[in-house]
């Protein structure tokens, strides 16, 4: 006897509808995500309503950040550093069980108050500079709340553009 007989074909098929139902889910969380956060369009109450009460956001730029407090304390402050901070995503995004993989581009001028959350250094208030740059992101959710986000950046580009590396 074969395994679809032994399975039984509806089992296999229920379960493959289970997983793309919970990896289209996924995915529009972090469209949304991506939008709301990340976008345009800064919307506080998104770290609330998508975020785990404890999340952990990673890139390589800033210190890790834990929860949806610091998070969002976090964003305030890239968003007041750099009022028109704009990120989107670049390919459709790509979905597995619980993971979620975007890429995307992005950026922002510095016309704000100044800015030490980078790891490498800080800028003074209002320096004019201007920051584009690319990267992937991994999210992981659970139970359809984003528990975190590890991203990869092009942080080496960022920093030069902002004049906190400079070039041998």
């Keep these: 006897m074969g395994l679809l007989a032994?399975?039984?074909?509806?089992?296999?098929?229920?379960?493959?509808?289970a997983s793309t139902g919970l990896q289209s889910q996924n995915e529009a969380v972090v469209g949304r995500w991506?939008?709301?956060?990340?976008?345009?369009?800064?919307?506080?109450?998104?770290?609330?309503?998508?975020?785990?009460?404890d999340?952990?956001?990673?890139?390589?730029l800033h210190k890790p950040r834990?929860?949806?407090?610091?998070?969002?304390?976090?964003?305030h402050g890239f968003r007041t550093a750099f009022p028109d901070l704009n990120f989107w995503g670049t390919?459709?995004?790509?979905?597995?069980?619980?993971?979620?993989?975007?890429q995307w581009e992005g950026g922002g001028t510095h016309t704000g108050p100044a800015f030490s959350d980078f790891l490498m250094g800080s800028?003074?208030?209002?320096?004019?500079?201007?920051?584009?740059?690319?990267?992937?992101t991994v999210l992981k959710l659970k139970d359809g709340k984003i528990v975190q986000e590890m991203g990869l950046d092009d942080g080496a580009t960022?920093?030069?553009?902002?004049?906190?590396?400079?070039k041998a």
């Excluded at 991506?34 to 009460?53: I, S």
């Excluded at 999340?55 to 390589?60: D, F, P, Q, T, V």
């Excluded at 920093?159 to 400079?166: E, N, S, Y």
Aim: net charge positive; with cysteine.
């Design 6 to 17: 032994t399975v039984g074909v509806g089992a296999l098929t229920r379960n493959a509808r």
């Design 34 to 53: 991506f939008t709301e956060f990340w976008g345009k369009t800064y919307n506080p109450t998104v770290v609330d309503q998508l975020a785990a009460p």
């Design 55 to 60: 999340m952990l956001l990673k890139y390589s």
């Design 66 to 75: 834990h929860g949806r407090e610091d998070i969002k304390v976090f964003m």
């Design 91 to 102: 390919a459709p995004l790509l979905a597995d069980g619980d993971y979620v993989v975007g």
């Design 123 to 136: 800028l003074p208030a209002n320096s004019g500079r201007k920051m584009h740059f690319t990267g992937t």
């Design 158 to 166: 960022c920093l030069t553009q902002l004049g906190i590396l400079v």
